[in-house]
């Protein structure tokens, strides 16, 4: 079986198109949707998370599930709860099923930071997203947070879309709505 994979690559200057990102990346998921985002210490997959959370109209609250592992943010319409997990202590495919995520992954949006080898078997679909941050010098306090100054450094965003959910006219589609967000926030700072 082959995979579908289309791809695509976004600079982000500051935090502001990194929320905005978030939440037009969450307004275009559904039910069913796996989000597996990967990247460093740092390097925004949280603040990604709660955006993307924004964009979905879940209850507020979403912090780093590092210490629980996963935690549920339910839709505040008629949308899919978030399910957001942290799998940096798992080790693998088999710890991963020990969360049981196959239960609400119809049902929910799944996000899993640090996921990527690690849950790819729940579903033939799938957005992977790495985040990566300009190299800073300066040592970082506490690394399981990102504090304001870390969060508004630019950023490269690749996004790679698998299998049949993100066709060609899905992929496209999405593809169109980041470009049209980021292209909004450039125009902003110009006028502003």
Not at 43 to 56: C, F, N, R, V
Not at 115 to 136: A, C, F, Y
Not at 178 to 191: D, P, T, Y
């Given at each position: 079986?082959?995979?579908?994979?289309?791809?695509?690559?976004?600079?982000?200057?500051?935090?502001?198109?990194?929320?905005?990102?978030?939440?037009?990346?969450?307004?275009?998921?559904?039910?069913?949707?796996?989000?597996?985002?990967?990247?460093?210490l740092?390097?925004?997959?949280?603040?990604?998370?709660?955006?993307?959370?924004?964009?979905?109209?879940?209850?507020?609250?979403?912090?780093?599930?590092?210490?629980?592992?996963?935690?549920?943010?339910?839709?505040?319409g008629?949308?899919?709860?978030l399910?957001?997990?942290?799998?940096?202590?798992?080790?693998?495919?088999?710890?991963?099923?020990t969360?049981?995520?196959?239960?609400?992954?119809?049902?929910?949006?799944?996000?899993?930071?640090?996921?990527?080898?690690?849950?790819?078997?729940?579903?033939?679909?799938?957005?992977?997203?790495?985040?990566?941050?300009?190299?800073?010098?300066?040592?970082?306090?506490?690394p399981?947070?990102?504090?304001?100054?870390?969060l508004?450094?630019?950023?490269?965003?690749?996004?790679?879309?698998?299998?049949?959910?993100?066709?060609?006219?899905?992929?496209?589609?999405?593809?169109?709505n980041?470009?049209?967000?980021?292209?909004?926030?450039?125009?902003?700072?110009?006028?502003a």
């Open positions: 079986m082959s995979e579908n994979n289309q791809e695509i690559t976004i600079q982000l200057t500051d935090l502001t198109q990194t929320e905005a990102l978030g939440q037009a990346l969450g307004a275009g998921l559904k039910a069913g949707d796996l989000v597996i985002l990967t990247g460093a740092g390097a925004g997959k949280t603040t990604l998370t709660q955006s993307l959370g924004i964009g979905l109209n879940v209850r507020e609250g979403i912090i780093s599930p590092t210490f629980v592992l996963a935690r549920q943010h339910p839709s505040l008629d949308g899919p709860t399910i957001h997990v942290d799998a940096y202590r798992l080790k693998d495919q088999n710890d991963v099923d969360l049981d995520l196959e239960s609400t992954l119809a049902d929910s949006v799944t996000v899993v930071e640090w996921g990527l080898g690690k849950v790819e078997h729940l579903t033939d679909s799938r957005l992977e997203i790495q985040l990566d941050r300009e190299v800073n010098t300066s040592t970082v306090e506490n399981w947070e990102e504090s304001e100054e870390e508004d450094e630019p950023r490269e965003f690749t996004l790679k879309a698998i299998g049949p959910r993100w066709d060609a006219n899905n992929f496209a589609q999405l593809k169109e980041l470009l049209s967000v980021i292209s909004a926030q450039h125009s902003g700072e110009k006028h």
